[in-house]
């Protein structure tokens, strides 16, 4: 689908009697195209919804990128559909990250910590007081429905928690969605349960109960070590013959010596077939086996929205779902439309990290000082001045 197509994503319903008093209200044609599933009503338009650069993501990713812009005199937009820096929060609570602080930093903004490596409130802390060092304007909790138009004149149409939708107008996009909102699924019975998660947070609630840990990677082994030690009985089952190479090199050997010494139960070269309310059944070598199971965390890794970068007219490489793109620019297929942070990797999600991701604003600011001038505080920007 390309760009001359409405992106359509549904949204709530409201009321006809409540469309009906909005009618007399000026609504964008993009507006106009959303579908019936959507609320009608339009936030307030102004200066601060014409933009010459619109960010999609406000992970460190979307922030380096809406700073850089910034920077060269753009005015710029970040929208996401959670919080700032949405996937660190949803982090495992007691998580520390496995590279040093400098090498989070963005904005030239130090990262100070009296620990050798961060840990996730730090993070959270700091990226705040990045975003408000720069003033950064972020719109938290807008879900992206609708994009149109095409390079210079791209039209984005968003919708908050309460149903109401917000007109963007922008000379260019950017991508920077991250992956960690899309598990990888096991597509087996009973994976829809209520016991069944993707995401690890604490141990606490599952004290004394039974829980099944999917994966072979650094989540699994952090999750189960944390499980056991908070009064769990934990079952660690990974379809490869051994746990992974890439495990932080302090959790290597603690998993492994739990293992070892009977405190972890591990089943190698071992599959998950089934889900029940109390139970699961593992496909291993030696046949199949039944267990008593309360919780299971399928921890099987993410995945980039590609559904959405292809609504866009975005290329995606056949083998690994990488967006074609510039290397030095990152500006996609698509005219106007630039790529940024994991998503650049496609499926090699282990390849662009906050680490790497975070120089993408200036190689995209870069390019944007070539094609674009920046607008006026009334105006709106013009490549052709």
Same mark, same amino acid.
């Given at each position: 689908?390309?760009?001359?197509? *409405?992106? #359509?994503?549904?949204?709530?319903?409201?009321?006809?009697?409540?469309? @009906?008093?909005?009618?007399?209200?000026?609504?964008?044609?993009?507006?106009?195209?959303?579908?019936?599933?959507?609320?009608?009503?339009?936030?307030?338009?102004?200066?601060?919804?014409?933009?010459?650069?619109?960010?999609?993501?406000?992970?460190?990713?979307?922030?380096?990128?809406?700073? !850089?812009?910034?920077?060269?005199?753009?005015?710029?937009?970040?929208?996401?559909?959670?919080?700032?820096?949405?996937?660190?929060?949803?982090?495992?609570?007691?998580?520390?990250?496995?590279?040093?602080?400098?090498?989070?930093?963005?904005?030239?903004?130090?990262?100070?910590?009296?620990?050798?490596?961060?840990?996730?409130?730090? /993070?959270? !802390?700091? &990226?705040?007081?990045?975003?408000?060092?720069?003033?950064?304007?972020?719109?938290?909790? #807008?879900?992206?429905?609708?994009?149109?138009?095409?390079?210079?004149?791209?039209?984005?149409?968003?919708?908050?928690?309460?149903?109401?939708?917000?007109?963007? #107008?922008?000379?260019? *996009?950017?991508?920077?969605?991250?992956?960690? @909102?899309?598990?990888? &699924?096991?597509?087996?019975?009973?994976?829809?349960?209520?016991?069944?998660?993707?995401? &690890?947070?604490?141990?606490?609630?599952?004290?004394?109960?039974? $829980?099944?840990?999917?994966?072979?990677?650094?989540?699994?082994?952090? /999750?189960?070590?944390?499980?056991?030690?908070?009064?769990?009985?934990?079952?660690?089952?990974?379809?490869?013959?051994?746990?992974?190479?890439?495990?932080?090199?302090?959790?290597? +050997?603690?998993?492994?010596?739990?293992?070892?010494?009977?405190?972890?139960?591990?089943?190698?070269?071992?599959?998950?077939?089934?889900? /029940?309310?109390?139970?699961?059944?593992?496909?291993?070598?030696?046949?199949?086996?039944?267990?008593?199971?309360?919780?299971?965390?399928?921890?099987?890794?993410?995945? +980039?929205?590609?559904?959405?970068?292809?609504?866009?007219?975005?290329? *995606?490489?056949?083998?690994?779902?990488?967006?074609?793109?510039?290397? $030095?620019?990152?500006?996609?297929?698509? +005219?106007?439309? &630039?790529?940024?942070? $994991?998503? $650049?990797?496609?499926?090699?999600?282990?390849?662009?990290?906050?680490?790497?991701?975070?120089?993408?604003?200036?190689?995209?600011?870069?390019? *944007?000082?070539?094609?674009?001038? +920046?607008?006026?505080?009334?105006?709106?920007?013009?490549?052709?001045?």
């Amino acid at each position: 689908m390309g760009l001359g197509t *409405l992106l #359509q994503y549904a949204g709530a319903r409201v009321p006809s009697s409540g469309r @009906d008093s909005l009618a007399n209200k000026q609504i964008s044609e993009a507006a106009k195209e959303i579908p019936d599933t959507l609320p009608r009503a339009q936030a307030e338009s102004g200066p601060d919804m014409r933009v010459d650069l619109l960010v999609i993501g406000a992970g460190p990713t979307g922030l380096a990128c809406g700073i !850089e812009a910034q920077k060269a005199g753009f005015r710029v937009v970040i929208i996401d559909k959670g919080c700032v820096v949405n996937s660190i929060y949803h982090y495992p609570a007691n998580m520390t990250f496995f590279t040093t602080p400098e090498l989070l930093e963005i904005g030239d903004i130090p990262f100070s910590t009296a620990n050798q490596k961060p840990n996730r409130q730090e /993070a959270l !802390e700091y &990226y705040r007081k990045v975003a408000e060092h720069y003033g950064l304007p972020i719109r938290q909790y #807008q879900k992206v429905e609708t994009v149109s138009g095409a390079d210079g004149e791209f039209q984005v149409t968003t919708s908050d928690r309460l149903g109401r939708i917000y007109d963007y #107008q922008s000379c260019k *996009l950017i991508v920077a969605t991250g992956y960690y @909102d899309l598990p990888n &699924y096991l597509g087996i019975p009973g994976e829809d349960l209520s016991k069944v998660f993707h995401y &690890y947070r604490e141990p606490h609630p599952y004290f004394d109960t039974d $829980v099944l840990v999917i994966g072979g990677k650094n989540s699994a082994a952090i /999750a189960s070590l944390d499980f056991w030690r908070h009064g769990a009985r934990v079952t660690l089952v990974h379809r490869g013959p051994k746990l992974h190479n890439h495990i932080k090199y302090w959790i290597l +050997p603690d998993i492994e010596n739990r293992i070892k010494n009977g405190e972890i139960t591990a089943h190698f070269n071992t599959r998950v077939q089934e889900i /029940a309310a109390d139970y699961v059944i593992l496909s291993t070598p030696a046949g199949l086996v039944e267990l008593k199971n309360d919780f299971v965390f399928a921890l099987t890794g993410y995945h +980039p929205d590609y559904d959405f970068l292809r609504a866009m007219g975005i290329e *995606l490489s056949s083998e690994q779902c990488r967006p074609v793109c510039d290397p $030095v620019t990152l500006e996609s297929n698509v +005219p106007g439309i &630039y790529v940024a942070g $994991v998503i $650049v990797a496609g499926s090699r999600t282990n390849e662009i990290f906050i680490e790497n991701g975070r120089f993408h604003g200036q190689q995209i600011a870069t390019h *944007l000082r070539q094609k674009l001038q +920046p607008s006026s505080n009334t105006g709106y920007a013009d490549e052709n001045t």
